[in-house]
């Protein structure tokens, strides 16, 4: 056998057991209990405020004609 043969058998190998750990991981996890979740309900409200404001700034930016005549001409 070439080490090429060995190299791609254990690639194979590995490509097959690794799901299969996974779903035998999975079937240990349990799901935590939620609590304080409302503690960020503001936080979205926040985040839609700053993207409006880049917003009209970005459009503000691109608007400007630049055409300022300079004073030492």
Do not use: F
Not at 24 to 42: D, H, I, K, M, Y
Not at 44 to 70: E, M, R, S, T
């Amino acid at each position: 056998m070439s080490i090429k043969s060995i190299v791609m058998g254990a690639a194979a190998a590995g490509l097959v057991a690794t799901p299969i750990a996974v779903s035998a991981n999975a079937a240990e996890r349990t799901a935590a209990p939620a609590e304080g979740e409302q503690g960020l309900v503001g936080s979205g409200l926040i985040i839609a405020g700053l993207a409006a404001a880049a917003v009209i700034a970005g459009i503000i930016i691109i608007a400007d004609d630049d055409d300022d005549d300079a004073v030492s001409a």
